[in-house]
C-alpha cells in the first residue's frame, strides 16, 4: 500500500521559474491538503480539497495554485518562483473528517528557490 | 480563529525516563479533534496519537499518552520509558468537527533522547 507519494523528492529552482509538485493517494480519501513547513512556523496550510472538483485556500495561498485533478491525485504549482517559497512541502489526504479521520502524509518535497 | 502554541522549541530526555510535551490551543468551539504527530530526521509525518474533545477519558497508545484538560485548552503528550527511536519532532494539530477540513498545526517541539 503507497499511501500518499510525492513527487519529486528535492528540487532547486531560480528565481522566477515554474513548476508542479505531484501528489496521489490510493486509500480512496476524498480530502487532500498541501502544507509548507519552515523552521519555527510548524506546517501552514497552502490549499485543501474537500473533494473532487473542489478547492479551498489554507493560511499561505499567496503564489500558489492546485489543481484537484480527479479523486487520486491533487498538485500543486509555482507559476513565477520566489526565495520565499524556499520550504518543504506537503501532501496529505484524510478519509472523512466525521470518521475523525487522520492526516497521512507523503514523504515531503525540500525546494529551494535560488 | 483556532491557534496552537506548543511553548518548549526544544526538550531532552534520557532514555528510559519519562518526559511531558505541551500543548494548548484557542478555540469557541465545543467539539473538536487533537492530534499529535511525530516526524523522525526522515521527514514522514506520523500519528502517534488522537483525542476527541466530546470524550473525558484521556487517549492512551502504548507507551504514549495524554492529559486534555478541555476547560483549560491544554493537551499534553506524555512519552514513558523513552527511546532513542523517539527522537523526532512533534507536532499538535487542532481540527474542528464542523465547517472546513483544516488541521491547524502547531510549531512543534524537538525532542532528543539522550543514550
Known amino acids: 500500500n503507497a499511501g500518499v507519494t510525492q513527487t519529486p523528492k528535492f528540487q532547486v529552482l531560480k528565481t522566477g521559474q515554474s513548476m508542479t509538485l505531484q501528489c496521489a493517494q490510493d486509500m480512496n480519501h476524498n480530502s487532500m491538503y498541501w502544507y509548507r513547513q519552515d523552521p519555527g512556523m510548524g506546517l501552514r496550510l497552502i490549499y485543501y480539497s474537500a473533494s473532487e472538483g473542489t478547492t479551498d485556500k489554507g493560511e499561505v495561498p499567496n503564489g500558489y495554485n492546485v489543481s484537484r485533478l480527479n479523486k487520486r491525485e491533487f498538485s500543486l504549482r509555482l507559476e513565477s518562483a520566489a526565495p520565499s517559497q524556499t520550504s518543504v512541502y506537503f501532501c496529505a489526504s484524510s478519509e472523512d473528517r466525521l470518521l475523525n479521520s487522520p492526516l497521512h502524509f507523503g514523504n515531503g518535497t525540500r525546494l529551494t528557490v535560488t | 480563529a483556532q491557534t496552537v502554541t506548543q511553548s518548549q522549541p526544544e526538550m531532552s530526555v534520557q532514555e528510559a525516563e519519562t518526559v511531558t510535551l505541551s500543548c494548548t490551543y484557542d478555540?469557541?468551539?465545543?467539539?473538536?479533534?487533537l492530534f499529535w504527530y511525530k516526524q523522525p530526521p526522515s521527514r514522514q509525518m506520523i500519528l502517534v496519537i488522537r483525542q476527541e474533545a466530546y470524550k473525558q477519558q484521556n487517549a492512551t497508545e502504548n507507551r504514549f499518552s495524554v492529559n486534555f484538560q478541555k476547560a483549560a485548552k491544554s493537551f499534553s503528550l506524555k512519552i514513558s520509558d523513552s527511546q532513542l527511536g523517539d527522537t523526532a519532532m512533534y507536532f499538535c494539530?487542532?481540527?474542528?468537527?464542523?465547517?472546513?477540513?483544516?488541521?491547524?498545526f502547531g510549531t512543534g517541539t524537538r525532542l532528543k533522547v539522550l543514550a
Open positions: 478555540t469557541s468551539e465545543s467539539n473538536y479533534y
Open positions: 494539530a487542532f481540527m474542528k468537527a464542523s465547517g472546513t477540513y483544516k488541521y491547524i
